[in-house]
């Protein structure tokens, strides 16, 4: 499994990928809005996204989001999406991602990454895990919907 940085580029072979992931999460599919997503991200170098691949094709994506902690006084990455297709489930992509996401946060000076994951996910709850990645004990997360889009959901 070979895990690099992606660029514009990929972005015909991220879309299908990220259109999937939301499928996951439940959104309908939307592979030009995911295009115009990611190619706003890309454009305006908002994300950095590691894409997996095996011998043949990408099979997984992580995106990492840049922000700040004024605790620690350093930069942080948020890991807000981790995709593998369920054909590359159990080959060890996601491990390989997760550490590709570790190895390019300590090679740029980041103090922390986080995610989180949808409390019935317990198939990626045991995948981080297992990476070494610990449950939060000490912060209760709280947010609030400011567009009707995600008050609906």
Known sequence: MIVRQATIADLDTLVPLF?????FY??????????R???DRFEHQQSVILLACDDIQPV???QLFPTFSSARLAR??????????????GTGAGRALLDAACDYGRA???????????VTNTNAQSLYERAGWTRDTIFCVYGIPLTQAAIDR
């Open 19 to 23: 259109d999937a992931y939301r499928q």
């Open 26 to 35: 439940e959104q309908p599919a939307d592979p030009i809005g995911a295009r």
């Open 37 to 39: 997503f990611l190619g």
């Open 108 to 118: 740029v000076g980041a103090a922390r990454l986080s995610l989180s994951t949808a």
């Open 60 to 62: 997984g994506f992580v």
């Open 76 to 89: 942080t990455f948020i890991l807000n999406d981790l995709f593998v297709a369920p054909a590359a489930r």
